[in-house]
Nanobody
């Protein structure tokens, strides 16, 4: 069993930066690919970024490529999302999620989410 807790959300002006953290409990964090996803009001949840279990591979949605960076520290059981050059359209609840493997999007565990609001 893995529990995920996000933190780091808040209110920021357009062009600003935030770093989200997702802390995991349990000793199996290093087994999982970790994703960040987001959901804006009235919209479907969308994929933001992923990092493989070892941290070797990353993947990003086109909308955040070049602005967001995902990373992880398996010794600290934590995955991060550094968000730069934020835009109002980045406003959403951001959640982390864990899945096995790199190509199968079957999420096993979810965090509760953290709100990110970008003002114009």
């Amino acid at each position: 069993q893995v529990q995920l807790v996000e933190s780091g959300g808040g209110l920021v002006q357009a062009g600003g930066s935030l770093r989200l953290s997702c802390a995991a409990s349990g000793r199996t964090f290093g087994w999982y690919t970790m994703d960040w996803l987001r959901q804006a009001p009235g919209k479907e949840r969308e994929f933001v970024a992923a990092i493989s279990s070892s941290g070797t591979n990353t993947n990003y949605a086109d909308s955040v490529k070049g602005r967001f960076t995902i990373s992880r520290d398996n010794a600290k059981n934590t995955v991060y999302l550094q968000m730069n050059s934020l835009k109002p359209e980045d406003t959403a609840v951001y959640s982390c999620a864990a899945r096995m493997g790199w190509t199968v999007y079957d999420y096993k565990y979810w965090g509760q989410g953290t709100q990110v609001t970008v003002s114009s």
